[in-house]
């Protein structure tokens, strides 16, 4: 069953002369890892804020969950987490403190002014999952004192303290080391092995992608791509999928500087009627 | 079988995603725990901010002490009332509406720093998290209430133990009303700078629009219009009704039947709330 079902989704910002998302669609089956991959501008976060009911849509339909968007935002709300592009902690408060006003705010816990007299049960859960992403020193200091990618690491923990159902995650290793990334994704693997959590996730790290069941490539707001990554490596003749997805970009790029219409989405279960050429990188702007 | 034999990614109970207890309360005990939840955030960002507290208190030294003392010294005589009294419960009540009313402005702080995304992203009704605000912001109110009560006793001006104790039940009432009255900017303005200035202009000339300091009973034309449209009018009202209850000098002193007080507080306050809530979560999904 699809979790998450988007149909002919259009979003032009207010005063904005050209859509950002136009006419979108795609599914995504339960516990599906989903990568939603594209270059800067491309509407990623856009449609992950309409998806997440922090944004409206000019038209179309999305349901998560089984639930729509506009209609059922409430049940929406409550099947999803997500990390957003943007950090957002509390910047005056600890960051024990922004994972207790979220957990509270989720309906885990009654909530309670001092760390002490909260649950036993919600104190080793933060604990817990602090220690696992390694921030667990943190927890009690001001999030303002903490560095960019600690903050990252907590938004990730309170991400996960109501155990979404759905997990949306825009750009989250963004600012993470090497390290820190790493871990961060065998945890997620976890999360996703365990919990059956299904994973949006848009990121500029293609190796992140690797791993996941569908890769869908967006470009000025157009759906151009969207297949399990070793097609998309097929298609392209590459051996990862960050060259075919640089590949896919240069050509893009060269049909757009020729006045043709960008590569057109394949259907999904479908092999297109005419591979493209192998060799990376031939297509920047050089194709007649 | 038992959730404790299933150990989830965090090590803790719960494997198996259906299996972790992730909701323990019930619909209305979330509302109100959020409401609980919101609050406390603000009040715990108002405990950790030393300045905003002293600003707190040095605003009714300012106002009581300085307009009102000036005032009471240079026209009080002939009124056929206690004029300190009057003030000193005008004060009351302007601080609770007004501070919880200024206090608002921080929701374009979070606007600002994104975290409303996080506050606008949870499970929660929308009302929920403008009555935590509201709740949240009240707590510098009291703190200012309370300093109007240390400066009114500086100054000589003193109410009995019952008269305080019915104007502090009817607290939640007035600053619930300067709240959603703020919600009609906070939908309508996302920028700080303008914000705080809209609010300023408000409160400010509402300040003696209803008769806070200097009575407005003699107002005419657009000036009594707008005395009566302002929802503080009938708090400052109110609040004077029950503490001049059964007095020789009641009549000269309160201008409305205490029913009638309530009734307009309460339909201008549930008007800005529910358009001023519905202005403001459309305000920032409609981008
Ligand atoms: N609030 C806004 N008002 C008007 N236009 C906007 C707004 N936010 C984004 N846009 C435009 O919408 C388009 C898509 O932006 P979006 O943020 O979805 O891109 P993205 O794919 O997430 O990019 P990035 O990888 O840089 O995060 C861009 O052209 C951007 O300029
Ligand atoms: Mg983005």
């Known amino acids: 069953m699809a979790v998450i079902e988007v149909e002919n989704l259009v979003k032009r910002y207010k005063r904005a002369k050209q859509p950002s998302v136009k006419s979108v669609s795609f599914e995504v089956a339960e516990g599906e890892f989903f990568a939603f991959l594209g270059p800067n501008g491309a509407g990623k976060t856009t449609t992950i804020s309409i998806l997440t009911t922090t944004l409206s849509k000019t038209s179309g339909r999305v349901r998560i969950a089984g639930y729509d968007i506009e209609s059922e935002d409430r049940q929406v709300r409550d099947h999803i987490g997500i990390i957003f592009q943007r950090p957002n902690l509390d910047r005056t408060l600890t960051a024990e403190q922004n994972i207790r006003v979220h957990s509270c705010l989720y309906g885990m816990y009654a909530y309670r002014p001092l760390y002490r007299a909260m649950p036993a049960a919600y104190r080793e859960r933060v604990e817990r999952l602090a220690d696992v992403v390694g921030v667990g020193d943190a927890l009690f200091k001001p999030v303002g004192k903490l560095s960019g990618g600690m903050q990252r690491k907590f938004e990730v923990v309170r991400s996960l303290m109501h155990t979404p159902h759905v997990l949306f995650l825009d750009e989250p290793t963004q600012g993470l080391d090497a390290v820190a990334r790493h871990d961060l994704w065998d945890y997620l693997d976890r999360v996703r092995r365990q919990w059956g959590t299904t994973v949006f996730l848009t990121t500029h790290y293609i190796d992140e992608a690797e791993g996941a069941d569908t890769v869908c490539l967006i470009n000025r707001g157009e759906i151009a791509l969207c297949c399990p990554p070793q097609e998309m490596k097929r298609q392209f003749g590459a051996a990862d999928l960050e060259d075919a997805y640089v590949d896919f970009l240069r050509r893009d790029a060269g049909f757009q500087a020729d006045g043709e219409p960008a590569v057109a989405a394949p259907p999904p279960d479908r092999a297109p009627a005419e591979p493209p050429a192998a060799t990376p990188a031939q297509g920047a702007g050089g194709r007649s | ?287």
């Open chain 2, 1 to 287: 079988m038992s959730p404790a034999l299933v150990q989830g990614p965090d090590g803790l109970a719960g494997g198996l995603a259906r299996l972790v207890p992730a909701r323990r309360l019930s619909r209305a005990a979330r509302e109100v725990n959020a409401v609980v939840t919101v609050a406390a955030r603000d009040i715990t960002i108002t405990l950790g901010s030393p300045s905003g507290l002293v600003m707190g208190l040095a605003m009714p030294l300012l106002m009581m002490g300085m307009i009102g003392g000036m005032l009471r010294e240079n026209m009080a005589g002939g009124l056929g009332f206690d004029f300190g009294q009057f003030m000193l419960v005008g004060m009351v009540v302007n601080m609770l509406f007004m501070m919880t009313t200024m206090g608002m402005v921080t929701l374009v702080d979070d606007s600002d720093d994104n975290y409303s995304a996080e506050l606008l992203v949870a499970p929660v009704s929308r009302y929920s998290i403008v009555v935590g605000k509201i709740v949240g912001s009240s707590f510098l109110a009291v703190v200012s209430c309370l300093g109007v009560l240390v400066v009114g006793l500086a100054m000589g001006i003193t109410l009995a133990l019952w008269q305080l104790l019915v104007l502090l039940a009817l607290a939640p009432l007035m600053c619930l009303s300067g709240g959603a009255l703020s919600m009609i900017i906070m939908g309508a303005i996302k920028n700080k700078k303008t914000a705080n200035m809209a609010v300023m202009m408000l409160t400010f000339p509402q300040m003696f629009l209803s008769g806070v300091i200097i009575p407005i009973s003699q107002s005419s034309g657009l000036l009594w219009l707008l005395s009566r449209l302002m929802p503080m009018t009938y708090c400052v009202d109110l609040g004077r009704a029950v503490v001049w209850a059964g007095q020789p000098d009641y009549d000269a002193v309160v201008q409305f039947d205490p029913a009638v007080n309530l009734a307009c507080i309460a339909a201008l306050t549930a008007l800005c709330l529910v358009v001023g809530t519905f202005l403001y979560a459309r305000s920032e999904k409609n981008r």
